[in-house]
C-alpha cells in the first residue's frame, strides 16, 4: 500500500519562516481622488515612464515611512 504524497510530508519537520516579502504586498482599495490630482500624477507618468498608479503608491509610501504629518489650517 503507498502512501498518499499529503501524507509522505512531515509537516513540523518544514521549519516553516515566516515571507519577506509579507511587508510588499499591495492591497487592492477603492479610492476617491480628485480629477486635478489624478492628472497631476498622469503627467508625471508620461514624464517618468512610471504608472500613474505606481507614483502615486511611491508618494504616499514616502509619506508613511517619513511620518508626514498633514498640517493644514481652516481660515
Given at each position: 500500500m503507498s502512501l498518499s504524497?499529503r501524507?509522505g510530508?512531515?509537516?513540523?519537520?518544514?521549519?516553516?519562516?515566516?515571507?519577506?516579502y509579507t511587508k510588499?504586498?499591495?492591497?487592492q482599495?477603492?479610492i476617491d481622488i480628485?480629477?486635478?490630482?489624478?492628472?497631476?500624477?498622469?503627467?508625471q507618468?508620461?514624464e517618468?515612464g512610471?504608472?500613474?498608479?505606481t507614483l502615486?503608491?511611491?508618494?504616499l509610501?514616502d509619506?508613511?515611512?517619513?511620518r508626514?504629518?498633514?498640517?493644514?489650517?481652516?481660515?
Amino acid at each position: 500500500m503507498s502512501l498518499s504524497m499529503r501524507e509522505g510530508y512531515n509537516i513540523e519537520s518544514l521549519n516553516p519562516r515566516k515571507n519577506p516579502y509579507t511587508k510588499r504586498l499591495k492591497k487592492q482599495i477603492t479610492i476617491d481622488i480628485d480629477s486635478d490630482t489624478v492628472d497631476y500624477f498622469k503627467k508625471q507618468s508620461e514624464e517618468s515612464g512610471i504608472p500613474y498608479q505606481t507614483l502615486i503608491n511611491l508618494y504616499l509610501s514616502d509619506c508613511a515611512k517619513s511620518r508626514k504629518q498633514l498640517q493644514m489650517s481652516w481660515k
